[in-house]
């Protein structure tokens, strides 16, 4: 115990000692009191340290504010590029020109910068974009913001006062899903559901090129039931109409066009010139070809029997397609061409109507051969007929008939009326016309989750994702 107690009082007096000789060293100097009073003050040490720490500790908390500048600076410039990139997507998906969609991301990229960019620091030439998962899609916009940062405290021990920061971001136009029913007037409602009608289509969507305030409308006791819509107007009142859960509709969209604008009817020669009215309970096979079109130069009207188109192009020229009291028509794997004011007029009557286009497991490669690709196209009406009709004097199912489709029916220059009680159904079908009309008490129910089969290609633009 006593050594340990020497031990410590044996360096108390060696920690005593330095500042003694410190004391006693100045001591042999003549210094004025106030100086020596500074000497023996042992409590200024502390200061001297933190003088001397000082510079280093100012340093740390300078790096510390400067790499917090670049991370803030970084990401006020990633989130202009972001938004950059979105609003130069919905200009693409608004029917923009490359040069159009990048003046709209510029002006957005500024707005959140807060500042201007040079040519230099907004790329303004990658759609689609170069690098990435979206080198091949069309509707993909990238945009690529460079800045200039300067430094504040690392200037001193860099030889530049600035730094290069950079953002990139790509945003696209997602698919909005398959079109099943199109009306391709422009001022006029495209789809008009009244009366009793119940249509209900299922996994596709609803398109109006209309730009009135009620492009597709449903009134009365009608419902309307689809994935989703899209119009290039208005929809004013959906309280009878039911989409998914999911459904981002899209209202004052850009026109959708025209996927068989350039297809063409072929010409060809009467093989009926009378055509041909069934009445006599008969039944009376077609067999077609894709080649050489059978054309009936007037009605092909089934009344009392049946009569199958198949395996080929079917011209009605100049007369009506109908079917009625009792009267079958089925239509296999084929084609029917209405031209020079022909129409479906009256599918009504207790008939029974079944129809069904080609398809790509059912035709062979020879639409070379004919004017026009007639895979997957059921109805065709030519763009000649005239876009005036009232009632029944347009194309129109009604009555009590049964009808089963499978295809595209096209009349771009017509409507078409789904009305009485006619009851309607398919696995893949496609309706494009002026407009569509449904009323009475029809029922139009269509499952399209069945169009394996068919190489239909029908889409409308979707929402804007920022994908990258």
Known sequence: MRNIEAKQATARKRGAFFPKILVNAFSSFHLPPLAKNLVRDKSGVIVIMFALLLPVLLGVIGIGVEVGG?????????????????????????????????????????????????????????????????????????????????????????????????????????????????????????????????????????????????????????????????????????????????????????????????????????????????????????????????????????????????????????????????????????????????RINNFNGSSLIEMSAPTSTTVSPIDSSTPGVWQDILVYQDRDTSNTCTGNNCNSLNGNSSSTFNGVMYFPNQEINIQGGNTSSGNCVRIIALRIGFSGNNTFNIDNNYCSNFAISMTVPGGVGLVE
């Open 70 to 342: 670049w991370y803030q600076s970084r990401r006020g410039l990633q989130s202009a590029a972001d938004a950059a990139a979105i609003a130069g997507a919905y200009g693409v998906k608004s029917g923009d020109s490359e040069a159009a969609a990048y003046a709209k991301a510029k002006l957005e990229a500024e707005r959140n910068w807060g500042g201007a960019f040079t040519a230099g620091e907004f790329n303004t030439d990658i759609m689609p974009p170069t690098s990435g998962a979206y080198t091949t899609d069309s509707s993909a916009l990238e945009v690529e913001l460079t800045k200039s940062v300067s430094l504040m405290f690392i200037k001193y021990l860099m030889s530049s006062s600035s730094i290069t920061i950079n953002a990139r971001a790509v945003a696209t136009v997602l698919s909005g899903g398959d079109i099943c029913l199109m009306g391709k007037d422009t001022s006029d409602t495209g789809i008009d559901s009244g009366g009793n009608a119940t249509v209900n289509v299922d996994n596709c969507v609803v398109v109006s090129n209309s730009s009135d305030p009620d492009a597709i409308e449903a009134t009365g006791n009608a419902t309307l039931i689809a994935d989703c819509y899209y119009v290039v107007g208005g929809v004013s009142d959906t309280t009878q109409m039911t989409f998914d859960a999911g459904c981002s509709p899209t209202q004052n969209g850009a026109p959708i066009t025209d996927p068989y604008a350039s297809l063409t009817d072929p010409n060809a020669a009467c093989d009926y010139p009378g055509g041909l009215t069934v009445n006599d309970g008969s039944s009376n096979p077609f067999d077609g070809s894709f080649i050489d079109p059978k054309v009936f130069c007037g009605d092909l009207w089934v009344q009392n029997g049946e009569v199958t188109l198949s395996n080929g192009i079917f011209v009605i020229d100049g007369g009506d397609l109908k079917a009625n009291a009792n009267g079958i028509l089925r239509v296999v794997n084929a084609t029917i061409i209405l031209k020079n004011g022909a």
